[in-house]
């Protein structure tokens, strides 16, 4: 029975030890649509994020009603008719940093692979994307990455009538700082 | 101690098992659990400020100009030497401009009767879910017209007063699963001057609208006003004054929303709609008509 306590103790002990989580709830993400006829940008700065240090796991998730654009009616549409945010309220990511135990973090930027699932519009793609993390102070870091998303991999299609406004390939850019999370 | 034995167990294999807190589905349930509830505003009741000749809940955000252009045909049964109702063509030119979110300003001018209007449209409450909810969408529509036609009796003592009209309406809309809209307009047109002194001059009338979404960009609507019995007696050039019904679609393009419909009513706001409507469908005394409406983004918000 003693033992058993101990044991238990010792896990617990672990447990907390190996929990090291970093936390943002108000990332950053911007998208850029980029065409001859049109240039589209549009920022949520609402994203939440969790960073688990001991094994280098990443999540995020958004809402996708929080994306704000420069013209109302934009945001309507894309609310409305391209990411049916009604029907699909959330944008999510379940990854984890390639290697991460190969890195040491430091006040300079590392560069990181990430690796995991992405999920947008109800569809969920396998995606690999660079990123860098920098370790601003004990408790701070800040993590960048930028890539490319194409609307078909997520099945959201646009009318004919304005598909020279609207890029088939779409540069996000995330910024995340996060801070140690203490339970 | 058996049963001490199995709850020792029993925490320990808690214990194991909180071990696996650290695979990404525990991250994500830890960022759920941290979610903050947020207001749900339901968007797009219905595509456009008007729902086909009348208002709709909808307003231009903030710094948004909308144009409007309203065109109706002439009556389709009015044979092959009018073309089906072409020549007889009618046209609203308006403008409409978000002081708030909620509060917009337009004026407008109709061929028909040679009318100018401005009206205040105020959206009182959004439908919305999640932290604070709420059934439906309320707008509060006012108008005042101006008559400028020349008198039709010249030699009696005119006043400008019996130039001036006015519609009030308190719209309350809702969107069914992001599929199907209902609107509600009771609504009141108060006319200065009136036929004869059997009519009333103030109208109550209740007008029902729905917005069907076929897809994206595309919607069917329909839009009806009831004006209760006893309150009109005079004709209209002869003919008995009747209940609007309108049905058509929304096609929508970028900034572009374009309004295809059939309508027994010839005029292109709630005044004319309720009470100067004389079209009986039964009869083919229906108009072909068109909306095309294009905003502006005058001021962009601060970022």
């Known amino acids: 029975m003693k033992k058993i306590v101990i044991l238990a103790g010792i896990l617990i002990g672990t447990v907390n030890a190996f929990g090291q989580k970093y936390l943002t709830q108000n990332g950053t993400i911007n998208f850029y649509s980029e065409t001859p006829l049109e240039n589209i940008e549009s920022v949520n700065n609402q994203v939440s994020s969790v960073l688990d240090t001991e094994n280098g796991n990443i999540v995020f998730s958004l809402l996708i009603k929080a994306f704000s654009f420069e013209k109302a009616l934009m945001q309507e549409h894309f609310n409305e008719k391209y990411l049916e945010s009604e029907k699909y309220p959330k944008s999510t990511f379940k990854g984890s940093i390639l290697d991460y135990s190969t890195y040491e973090l430091s006040n300079e930027p590392t560069k990181v692979k990430i690796k995991g699932q992405l999920t947008i519009h109800g569809v969920t793609k396998e995606i690999e994307v660079n990123g860098s993390l920098t370790k601003t102070s004990d408790s701070k870091i800040k993590g960048e990455s930028e890539f490319l998303v194409l609307l078909d991999d997520y099945n959201i299609k646009v009318p004919s009538a304005v598909s020279g406004n609207i890029a088939k390939e779409i540069k996000i850019k995330a910024i995340m700082n996060y801070e140690k999370f203490e339970k | ?303």
């Open chain 2, 1 to 303: 101690m058996k049963n001490l034995k199995s709850r020792s167990f029993l925490f320990l294999f808690f214990t194991l098992f909180s071990l696996s807190i650290y695979g990404q589905d525990d991250l994500m349930a830890l960022l759920n659990e941290k979610e903050e509830p947020t207001i749900n505003y339901t968007i797009a009741t219905f595509k456009s400020t008007r729902l086909i000749s009348g208002h709709s809940v909808e307003t231009n955000s903030k710094g948004v100009l909308q144009f409007l252009i309203g065109h109706r045909f002439g009556r389709i049964n009015s044979g092959w030497k009018d073309l089906y109702g072409v020549d007889n063509a009618t046209i609203r030119l308006g403008f409409e401009y978000g002081l708030t979110d909620n509060i917009n300003i337009g004026i407008g001018r109709s061929g028909f009767e040679k009318t100018f209007d401005g009206t205040l449209k105020w959206k009182l409450i959004r439908q919305q879910s999640g932290a604070k909810s709420f059934p439906f969408t309320s707008t509060f529509v006012s108008s005042i017209y101006m008559n400028t036609m020349d008198w039709p009796y010249p030699e009696r003592e005119n006043y400008f007063s019996s130039r001036i009209n006015y519609h009030h309406a308190l719209l309350i809309a809702r969107k069914f699963d992001d599929v199907i809209s209902f609107q509600l307009m009771p609504t009141l047109v108060h006319r200065n001057l009136v036929q004869s002194s059997k009519d009333e001059n103030t109208i109550y009338s209740i007008g029902l609208g729905s917005s069907l979404k076929l897809s994206g960009s595309l919607r069917f609507n329909m839009e009806y006003y009831y004006i209760p019995e006893g309150q009109i007696f005079s004709t209209l050039g002869g003919e008995k004054v009747r209940n609007s019904l309108s049905v058509g679609v929304d096609l929508e393009t970028g900034g572009h929303v374009f309004q295809l419909f059939l309508t027994n009513s010839r005029g292109m706001a709630e005044k004319f709609l309720i009470g100067g409507t004389s079209g009986n469908w039964l009869d083919g005394d229906i108009h072909f008509g068109f909306n095309v409406s294009r905003v502006f983004t005058l001021k962009k918000p601060k970022k």
